[in-house]
């Protein structure tokens, strides 16, 4: 097993990859057991942190952790030295807890357990499944499939890896204006799926069946059909594992704490008598 870690890991230039992607996924894992334990007011679990009745969100311990691993890292010369998987592991655990509230960024409100709170957790899922793809050796935009002609010159050669990319990257672009993400997405990695997704009918509101379908058309009947036979039933489950990993959502926030209510009010200006 070491020998397999030093060969494929360490030797390859991949320590630092391998070591924010392990830190990002049990930060993960960590901070959504703990706020579940917070909402379940589980009385020896550690509560909100809240000097003066500010609620400071962990996306902030996230960004301080960005900030150290960060720069960290780039003053770190050695990719394999332990100071370097130090940084990393840093790196990892800010951005776990930064994409854990992507939401409330997004929204600028708390949405944590709201349905809009899934997005954090999609956000969170698509960026371990393409850190393990680099992890794991794949390029992106098929880069690993260009083969050069012997003996050709470096301008056929870029040409020719442009003109791969752009290909590649508009397969995946049209992926997504059809709605689908996660293939768009991981097609970055694996050209044919993006491939795959572009040939296939649009999702049903997506933006590419706002423009291209017209409503009653075969195409938007077909869009409909399929939303329902194969999306549904994958939502469903996806649904459940996500709320297996970081709880229920669809619970409305609570209402603002006294002191919070006590410093709206006494922060108005005064009217004039």
């Known amino acids: 097993m070491t020998d397999w870690f030093v060969r494929s890991v360490v030797d390859t230039g991949r320590l630092r990859l391998f070591c924010f992607l392990v830190a990002f996924i049990g930060a993960f894992l960590f ?32 960004l301080v952790f960005i900030m150290v691993g960060g720069v960290g890292g780039l003053a770190v010369q050695s990719g394999r030295s332990l100071w370097a998987a130090l940084a990393a592991l840093l790196f ?23 349905e809009r709170g899934r997005l954090s957790v999609d956000a969170v899922f ?16 098929g880069l690993d499939d260009v083969v050069a002609p012997d003996g050709a010159d ?56 706002r423009t291209h379908y017209r409503e009653g058309s075969r195409k938007s009947r077909t869009a409909h059909e399929r939303e329902e036979k194969v999306r549904v039933p994958l939502m469903r489950a996806k649904v459940a594992f996500q709320e297996l990993l970081a709880g229920r959502f669809g619970s409305a926030p609570k209402a603002p704490e ?3 209510k006590t410093y709206e009010k006494t922060s108005k200006t005064p009217k004039d008598p």
């Open 258 to 260: 006294a002191s919070e």
């Open 154 to 209: 470096p301008g056929t050669v870029a040409w020719l890896i442009a003109g791969v990319v752009l290909v590649n990257l508009a397969f995946a672009l049209i992926t997504l204006a059809k709605g689908k993400v996660w293939t768009g997405m991981i097609g970055l990695f694996v050209p044919t799926l993006a491939v795959f997704g572009a040939l296939r009918v649009a999702r049903p509101h997506s933006p590419w069946a």
């Open 126 to 141: 698509l960026a371990v499944a393409l850190t393990s793809l680099v992890l794991v050796g794949i390029k992106p935009l």
């Open 92 to 114: 990892g655990i800010g951005a776990a807890l930064v994409l854990d509230e992507f939401a409330l960024v997004l929204h600028l409100e708390d949405v944590y357990w709201s």
């Open 31 to 62: 901070i959504r057991f703990s706020v579940r334990m917070i909402r379940a007011e589980v009385k020896w679990w550690p509560k909100n942190v809240t000097p003066g009745g500010l609620h400071i969100h962990h996306v902030v311990f996230g």
